[in-house]
C-alpha cells in the first residue's frame, strides 16, 4: 500500500490565520455544520458576519441566527453567491437535487468542500460542473473539538484555499489529508463510524458494571473516565497497543482472564468484521451516489 501524504500544519499554513477575509457557506446546517461553525466562532478564526447557512425551515434558520448570530437563508443557490467556500454539510439522499440547484451558478474560484459519506469525488464534479472540490469525512467528536477528518481535493484547489479547508477542519480537531480518495472511504469505515464501535464497547461495559452491582450512575462515571484516561495515556505513552495491554496483564491474573474470554468470543475478528462491512457500505453508497446502483 504507498504512503499516505499527510499535511503538515507547517507547510500549510503560511499564515496566522488563512481564514481572514474568507466567506465561508454551509448548504445545509445539521449537527456537522453546527459544529463546525461553533468550532469556527469559538476560536475567532472567521467574523459572523461572514458565514452563511442555507437549510428549508424556518425554525432551524431562528435557531441558529440566534445562536450565532450569523444569516441564513431557505435558498441553497443564495447562500452559494459570493463566497469562497461551500460546504454541502447535507444528507446523502438529497444530494442529487442539490446539485441541480447549484450547477452553472458556481465560479471558478470558489471551491466546494463535501461533508457527505459515499459521495465520491467525480459524482460532485460532474453533477455539479466544477472541477475545484474537497472531500472530507469527519467525525461527531467534532462537536467537542475532539474531531479526526480525513480529507482530499482536487488538483483544482490552490494551495491558499486548501489552507483554508484545513484551517476549518483545525477548527473541529485533528485533520489528515491523504492523496488518494480511497483513503477517505476507508476512513468512513475507522474514524467516521469509529465512535460508534468505541460508544458500544462503553455501553456494554457500564452494562457489565451494573450486572455486577454498580448503581449505573456509578458505573458510567468509571467506564468514562477509564476509556478517557486510557486513549491519554495511548497518546503519551507512543507505545504499540499490544505493549500497552501486557503492561497490564499479568500471568493468571484478571486482565488475563478477561482477554482469554473476549479473544474466546472472536472480539477481534466481529470488530475487524464490522469495519470492513461498513467500508463496503460506502462503496455501495458511492456506486448509488453515481448512478451505478439500483
Known sequence: ?????????????????????????????GVMAESMIA??????????????????????RRWLEERFGIRTTESNEHAAQDVDLIFLTIKPQVLQSVMRQLTGRLSSEQVVVSVIAGAAIAVLV?????AAVVRVMPNTPAQVGQGMSVWTSTADVPTAQRRRVQSVLDALGEELWVADEKYVDMATALSGTGPTYVF????ALIDAGVHMGFPRRIAEQI?????????AFARDSG???AELRNMVTSPGGTSAEAIYQMEKGGLRTVLSRAVYAAYQRTQVLADRDSGHGD
Open 1 to 29: 500500500m504507498p504512503e499516505l501524504a499527510i499535511s503538515a500544519q507547517d507547510d500549510l499554513l503560511a499564515t496566522d490565520n488563512p481564514l481572514a477575509g474568507a466567506r465561508i457557506a454551509f448548504v445545509g446546517a
Open 39 to 60: 468550532g469556527l466562532l469559538k476560536k475567532v478564526m472567521i467574523p459572523v458576519d461572514h458565514i452563511i447557512v442555507s437549510h428549508p425551515r424556518e425554525d432551524r
Open 126 to 130: 460532474q453533477g455539479l460542473h466544477h
Open 200 to 203: 458500544l464497547m462503553m455501553e
Open 223 to 231: 467506564v468514562l473516565q477509564t476509556v478517557s484516561g486510557s486513549v
Open 239 to 241: 507505545k504499540h497497543m
